[in-house]
């Protein structure tokens, strides 16, 4: 039965990925992005593979703009079955120290108040709607940071943080989170963070990553569609997708 999908971060790589494979199962879909370029092209390719589609231009960061991507998901499709909050940016590979504040706040006000003022906004549309489910993308970094990673590594493992409170506190409502974890997804991510990349920042990067086998995001999207249909099972615990780096 066609159910309705939201997701943010739509517009390229695990988000546009899902999107596409949701679209091929018939699903009505409510995709968000402040990308609207490739945003209303994920939307086509979506149309084009017979889905119901909205795209809404919004910055996950912007409590007006999240309010109305949930606003208009209702008013389109009358409920929210399942929220993928995927959002998410880095930036470029620092010392902590290194970091300025405006650096900070600008990751964490999309990472962490992002992820948060989706979950704050779609939960009562669930709990209206008696139940749903919520992935939260996280990552390797929720577990572990990779070296000169330290501000990107503080919010995934919040948002790892977030997505354990769900699955303590609303399971009586039938509304279930579950965290999927990528390690080495081939997108264009990691672009912004590659700015300040070195010989060095690459030996310190290798070193804290260990070998794994890097993952399209095709691959991860059937991830984050094998955990929206078992989130019930995985309540509030993260897939890791590591592709063999081992977490001590
Ligand atoms: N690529 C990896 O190796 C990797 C590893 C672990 C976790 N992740 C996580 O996967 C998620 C998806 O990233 P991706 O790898 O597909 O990269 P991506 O850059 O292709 O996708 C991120 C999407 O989020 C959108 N976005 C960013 N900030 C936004 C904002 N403020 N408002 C609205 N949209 C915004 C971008 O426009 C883009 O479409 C992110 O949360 C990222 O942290 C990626």
Redo the contacts with the bound molecule.
């Keep these: 039965m066609s159910k309705v999908y939201l997701i943010?971060?739509?517009?390229?790589?695990?988000?546009r990925a899902v999107a596409l494979k949701l679209a091929e199962q018939g699903h009505r879909l409510s995709l968000?992005?402040?990308?609207e370029k490739?945003g209303q092209a994920t939307a086509e390719g979506a149309k084009k593979l017979g889905a119901e589609v909205i795209f809404v231009k919004?910055?996950?960061?912007n409590e007006e703009d999240v309010k109305n991507y949930v606003a208009q998901t209702v008013k389109a499709f009358g409920t929210i079955d399942y929220f993928h909050n995927?959002?998410?940016?880095?930036i470029p590979f620092r010392l902590l120290h290194e970091y300025s504040s405006e650096e900070y706040d600008r990751l964490m006000n999309?990472?962490v108040k992002?992820a948060f003022l989706g979950i704050k906004y779609v939960i009562p549309v669930m709990i209206e709607n008696n139940g749903g489910t919520i992935i939260n993308?996280?990552?390797?970094?929720s577990f572990k940071p990779t070296a000169f990673n330290g501000v990107y590594a503080a919010s995934?493992h919040a948002l790892a943080g977030l997505t354990k409170s769900i699955g303590q506190d609303y399971q009586d409502l039938n509304i279930f989170a579950v965290g999927v974890?990528?390690?080495?997804?081939q997108?264009?991510?990691?672009a912004a963070a590659s700015t300040t990349y070195t010989e060095v920042i690459g030996a310190g990067i290798a070193a804290s990553t260990g070998p794994n086998i890097p993952a399209t995001?095709e691959e991860i999207a059937d991830v984050v569609i094998f955990a929206m249909n078992r989130a019930k099972t995985l309540n509030g615990s993260t897939v890791n997708c590591a592709g063999g780096q081992i977490y001590n």
Excluded at 8 to 15: D, E, P, R, V, Y
């Design positions: 943010t971060g739509a517009a390229t790589g695990l988000g968000v992005d402040y990308n490739d919004a910055d996950v960061s995927n959002a998410g940016i880095m999309i990472n992002g993308t996280v990552s390797s970094n995934k974890a990528p390690n080495t997804m997108t264009n991510i990691s995001a």
